[in-house]
């Protein structure tokens, strides 16, 4: 064994779970925002719902972000990159104002969210558990 | 830099809570007004009044808010009661009263509790998901 070599972080090494999780986590807490934005937005007229794209295309996906080269440019947020409007059949109900937004539908989402956060700060509990394990001497 | 999005969600619910309870202020005051007739020999009588939402791109944040665009008036006709005793009375003996439906308010302060409720739960869910994170530091040590 050669003393002081680092094998590099590849896919399937612990580490890469850290890496995952965090990632994993982010993407959730930005969907809560979006969610945030749509129940806050329940009872505006003509407000479209809004989604930010699955995790699975998010981690396929390389995103550029656009550079702001004057200032009045607006700096797009994460959020505002990836929200997308959800279409008539993706929706639950339209209201007659043209809102998309059902209370139900919205929460379960932010359930089903909250839920994967908790699972994303489980494993890096766990795993962060499991390096001290290998490095404590007691 | 983008702003911390959970830290997004309690402002974002934050709004929604306020821009609630102000429909619900109005309301309470058309429920309070529903039998405020005018003082004058036919004078108006109060108007309903109601509240207009709107979507609103918060700058420092880069998201969504909602804020309360206005508050209109419901242009409703008013209901005629006879009362020729009344100092309103015009010289018919009639009344205007507000057009003020209470069923339609009751209905109005539900589907604001509702949507209020709906906003509690997410920053109670943004809370949690915060402490959860805190959480793992406090596991490690």
């Keep these: ?138 | 830099m983008s702003a911390d999005p959970l830290a997004m969600v309690s402002r974002i619910a934050g709004a929604g809570l306020e821009a609630q309870s102000y429909r619900l202020r109005v309301v309470s005051e058309n429920i309070a007004n529903a039998q405020s007739t005018g003082g004058t020999e036919g004078a108006d009588p109060y108007r309903r009044k109601t509240v207009v939402f709107g979507a609103e791109l918060d700058r420092e944040l880069g998201a969504l808010t909602v804020e309360v665009k206005r508050t209109a008036v419901d242009d409703t006709p008013f209901t005629v009661e006879y009362d020729p005793g009344h100092p309103a009375a015009n010289a018919q003996g009639e009344v205007k009263m507000p057009n003020v439906n209470l069923l339609v308010e009751m209905a109005d302060m539900r589907e604001a509790n509702l949507s209020y409720e709906a906003n509690l739960q997410m920053m109670k869910r943004a809370r949690s998901m915060v402490s959860m994170t805190i959480d793992l530091l406090r596991s490690g040590s």
């Design chain 1, 1 to 138: 064994m050669i003393v002081g070599h680092v094998a590099p972080t590849m896919p399937g090494d612990q580490l890469y779970v850290f890496g995952l999780a965090h990632r994993h986590a982010n993407w959730a807490s930005t969907r809560q925002a979006a969610i945030a934005g749509n129940i806050a937005n329940a009872d505006t007229p003509g407000y479209r719902a809004r989604d930010i794209a699955a995790f699975e295309t998010e981690m396929a996906a390389t995103r550029l972000q656009m550079a702001a080269t004057r200032s009045q440019h607006l700096e797009l947020t994460q959020s505002q990159m990836q929200a997308e409007d959800v279409d008539k059949a993706g929706a639950w109900e339209v209201t007659h104002s043209s809102n998309t937004v059902s209370l139900d539908e919205q929460l379960m989402k932010a359930d089903e969210t909250a839920r994967s956060h908790q699972l994303d700060m489980s494993v890096i509990g766990t795993f962060h558990r499991m390096l001290l394990t290998s490095v404590s001497f007691r």
